[in-house]
């Protein structure tokens, strides 16, 4: 017995597939479809930030948005696969917050800003957002596949079967690569903090 996606997924393939092909008015329709989810995601993230974050949720997801839109030459899988992208993109926003903040902390392009302005993320957060991302870009190298398979699984929320379906491998794989992974990454984060 096959199981049938509901008609929205079917719904947001059918966009995404449009949209690959260069209908813009695909993507007209595409976002009021994925806005919750790119929300959850956003959230998700969002909850790993220190108190008093200045870029809000809202902020990500329309950032996140902007940056998938002006990606050219991309043949959107399915949903799953452009949920992939939305969390790597989230990501890399905010490591790129986290890495100008440790910048401006650090006297880089020194102004004179306000207390609030200066309280904006809590320094061990920002250094944990560096830490976590420079580790997987070392995972990255070592192994493409596996640091796929975290991105997918932590920050894309997608679950074993959906992650199989992006990556084309079976879901014992994925398991397998999500455990080997998860134990490197704790050695890699552990021996640096």
């Given amino acids: 017995m096959t199981k049938t996606l509901p008609r929205t997924q079917h719904e947001i393939t059918g966009l995404l597939e449009e949209w690959s092909g260069g209908n813009q008015a695909a993507l ?3 976002y009021p479809l994925v806005y919750e989810e790119l929300r959850r995601l956003a959230r998700s993230y969002m909850k790993r930030e220190a108190k008093g974050h200045t870029l809000q949720t809202t902020a990500l997801i329309n950032e996140a948005y902007v ?9 959107w899988q399915n949903r799953s696969h452009f949920f992939a992208i939305s969390a790597q ?8 917050h986290a890495r100008r903040y440790l910048h401006l902390k650090r006297g880089g392009g020194a102004k004179k800003v306000s207390l609030d302005e200066a309280m904006i993320v ?11 991302d420079e580790a997987l870009e ?7 596949r596996r640091c796929q398979v975290v991105e997918l ?12 379906a992006v990556l084309k491998i079976s ?5 397998r690569d999500w455990n080997l992974a998860r134990a490197w990454l704790y050695q890699q984060l552990a021996g640096a903090g």
């Fill in 28 to 30: 007209d329709k595409l």
């Fill in 67 to 75: 940056r998938m839109v002006e990606q050219k030459n991309v043949h």
């Fill in 89 to 96: 993109i989230m990501r890399r926003i905010l490591v790129d």
């Fill in 122 to 132: 809590a320094s061990e957060k920002s250094e944990e957002v560096l830490m976590l």
């Fill in 138 to 144: 070392n995972l990255a190298r070592l192994d493409p």
């Fill in 153 to 164: 699984r932590y920050f894309a929320g997608l679950d074993n079967k959906e992650i199989a």
């Fill in 171 to 175: 879901e014992n794989t994925v398991m």
